[in-house]
């Protein structure tokens, strides 16, 4: 489907373009506007929807716009109390402006069964693609592939789901069939792919995972991953591995020439700020819909800065409150615990339920000093800092190393979670550290990381 200035100006009013934008991208035969891991962030929806359709009309060629999995959260008590009402909007708002793919990530069941979610997605107008199945009945929730025909040239999708069932939520993990991703680019990505002048793999199981597909694509190929919440494109020889970014506040921008050589691609990052235009319509929805479902202990106010603070900072400064709370030498903290930064003014319990997405106990232990550089060299993995090589998926935000000491070990503290078993161990730590036990306060209550930041916002 190719876009015009008159069919896209009766998609939404307010957006303002300037004269010429249509030709800023060049010529391409096919533009792709990638995102995943949605997690019904409100505070950017209108300007993500704003962002989209700018990018769809300034692009030449065909569009399609691809939706990498969480779309939903369960953090956000408005989209439970309101089955998802905007985040369907804004797929439907999405699909309005070009064909749009949707995957199945492991928070799409947050609000209703993994059924449902398909249900509603394709009444909202967009394909869902997956390898999952039903194991109560052996259905797919979706076609596992999809091929359009662009320029004469072939590009066919295809999504692949992360197994991981503790992932997903506990009622409905009886509803997941999910292959391993390495097994089905081996047996079943040759077949899906076949003839196609571009594959486009579409990856919802984290960094690793891509990795172990990665060798099952070959010439010149697009794998788009999520799940870990990273902004990231490097290309590999004739293909481009990408993240691009969470909470509906980034997305990438890929245009693609097909040649007699084959497909050239070229990638471009989208992050929004607080100064992005927003969709009028949808930024009303989001008022009305916080105006009905937010209660009063959702307003309440924990504390107020003086700055707002984007992700990293927001987690840095929550990893200071917790060494200092766990009386710990450094403290540190995984990513994808937390989703959205900290506003500057009043913050509220709805500003910090998006902020830190599960709370949870702190642990503490001891670390040999002769570990600890490489702990932080796998740490603080900030987005267009992080050298691909360096990527490992999730990670830790780390304080400063404390300063050398006789002593051969570090007290470190650490959200239980990231240390509960021994896969995320290695996983965070780089190897399976033991002796960790849960930290107590002064008074010998158990610390949380939910107190501890409250605290700490209360103080600031």
């Known amino acids: ?8 100006a009766c998609l939404g009013a307010g957006t303002v373009l300037a004269a010429g934008t249509a030709r800023a991208a060049g010529h391409a035969d096919l533009t792709l506007i990638l995102m995943g891991d949605l997690h019904s962030g409100y505070a950017w929806s209108s300007r993500l929807l704003a962002a989209i359709r700018q990018a769809a009309l300034s692009a030449r060629g065909e569009v399609r716009i691809v939706v990498n999995g969480d779309v939903f959260e369960h953090n956000n008590a408005v989209s439970r109390r309101n089955d998802g009402r905007i985040d369907l909007a804004l797929i439907r708002a999405f699909a309005g402006i070009a064909p749009t793919i949707v995957t199945i990530g492991n928070h ?11 249900a509603r997605i394709t009444q909202a107008g967009a394909t869902v693609l997956t390898d999952i199945v039903d194991p109560r009945d052996g259905r797919p929730y979706g076609p596992a592939s999809m091929t359009v025909t662009v320029a004469g040239r072939k590009v066919t999708f295809a999504a692949l789901g992360t197994p991981v069932l503790a992932l997903y939520p506990p009622q409905y993990r009886a509803a997941y069939g999910v292959p391993d991703p390495e097994a089905y680019a081996a047996n079943r990505l040759p077949a899906l792919f076949g003839d196609a ?46 993240h691009s970014g969470a909470w509906s506040n980034a997305f990438q921008v890929v245009t693609v020439r097909f040649q007699a050589s084959g497909p050239v691609m070229s990638v471009r990052d989208v992050v929004l700020d607080t100064k992005s235009p927003q969709d009028p319509p949808m930024q009303r929805l989001v008022a009305d819909q916080r105006r009905q479902n937010l209660q009063p202990a959702d307003r309440a106010v924990l504390g107020h800065l003086p700055h707002a603070l984007g992700l990293d900072a927001s987690v840095l400064r929550a990893a200071g409150w917790v060494r200092v709370a766990a009386d710990a030498e450094i403290g540190l903290l995984s990513h994808t615990t937390f989703g959205d930064g900290l506003p500057a003014g009043p913050v509220s319990a709805e500003n910090l339920a998006s902020f830190m997405r599960f709370d949870g106990g702190i642990s503490i232990g001891e670390i040999p000093r002769a570990r600890l550089a490489g702990v932080i060299a796998r740490s603080n993995q900030f987005d267009g800092s992080t050298p691909y090589a360096r990527r490992t998926g999730d990670y830790l935000y780390a304080t400063a190393m404390p300063a050398a000491a006789a002593r051969d070990t570090v007290k470190v503290a650490i959200n239980s979670y ?19 036990a849960p930290a107590l306060s002064a008074s010998g209550s158990t610390l949380t990381l939910g107190h501890i930041i409250s605290d700490g916002l209360a103080a600031a």
């Not at 489907?1 to 896209?8: A, D, E, F, V, Y």
């Not at 069941?109 to 398909?118: C, G, I, M, Q, Y």
């Not at 579409?202 to 919440?229: N, Q, W």
């Not at 990231?418 to 960790?436: C, E, H, K, Y």
Request: overall charge positive.
């Open 197 to 242: 002048d571009l594959p486009v793999a579409l990856v919802h199981a984290g960094f690793l995972a891509d990795r172990t597909v990665l060798p099952h694509l070959s010439g010149a190929f697009l794998l788009h991953g999520s799940h870990d919440h990273l902004r990231f494109s490097q290309k590999l020889g004739q293909g481009l591995h990408l």
């Open 1 to 8: 489907m190719k876009l015009t200035r008159r069919r896209l």
């Open 108 to 118: 799409d069941s947050d609000l209703f069964d993994p059924r449902e979610f398909a």
């Open 418 to 436: 990231a240390v509960s078993t021994p896969a995320n161990r290695i996983a965070m730590l780089g190897w399976d550290a033991q002796g960790f």
